[in-house]
């Protein structure tokens, strides 16, 4: 079954120039924080939906593309060292490890850099790993947050979990051994030795 192309806003096809790609760029930042590197995905999208109409070359969208970066930049719209500490913050409150932070940043364009200096920010990886770690499982209801009868029977699930999330067997044994909620506080405020 041949697939509809669909009709571009607005009615008549316009073509596609750096203006209207400056103005897209702007909306997006208005709605979402982004790396300049997942802004330039963005906007190559755009462009290769618009060159799929025909109503630009695709070179061309390109380098209007990089034009519009740079300037996003210049004007301090994106700044991807700040963008990645916003994130790995935010992504450590919620519980994520270092290897998942890592990960997230990576998939979003942020370059190594930035990356080792927002986890540098954060004290990752010793204390940083239990107390996400410790979030984790507060979010998700593992270890001490499960019922004392059901505990010991979820300990290979609650342990896969944390593995899922990227936190090493260690770490992982340290939360689920938490004998209750108080335990596992003390356990998230704990430094490194």
């Known amino acids: 079954m041949a697939q509809r192309k669909r009709a571009p806003r607005g009615g008549e096809a316009a073509p596609l120039d750096e203006a209207a790609l400056k103005d897209a760029a702007i909306a997006y ?9 997942n802004l330039r995905r963005v906007l190559m999208r755009r462009v290769a939906r618009a060159a799929g109409d025909a109503r630009i070359d695709a070179a061309t969208g390109a380098r209007f593309v990089d034009a519009v970066v740079a300037r996003m930049i210049s004007a301090r719209l994106l ?5 990645a500490a916003q994130q790995a913050a935010s992504l450590h409150r919620r519980g ?5 932070i890592r990960f997230r940043l990576r998939e979003k364009g942020v370059d190594d850099a930035h990356v ?11 204390a ?21 009868a059901s505990r010991a029977a979820a300990h290979d699930r609650d342990l896969g979990v944390l593995a899922r999330a990227g936190f090493g067997f260690d ?8 004998r209750d909620e108080a335990a596992l506080d003390r356990l998230a405020r704990e430094k490194p030795d």
């Open 29 to 37: 930042l208005a709605h979402f924080a982004s790396s300049s590197e």
């Open 79 to 83: 700044d991807d060292g700040a963008y």
């Open 96 to 100: 994520v490890s270092a290897a998942g």
């Open 116 to 126: 080792r200096a927002a986890l540098a920010e954060l004290g990752v990886p010793a």
């Open 128 to 148: 940083s790993e239990l107390e996400a770690a410790c979030a984790l499982a507060r979010r998700r209801r593992l270890g001490p947050f499960r019922p004392a």
């Open 171 to 178: 770490v992982a044994r340290r939360v689920l051994a938490a």
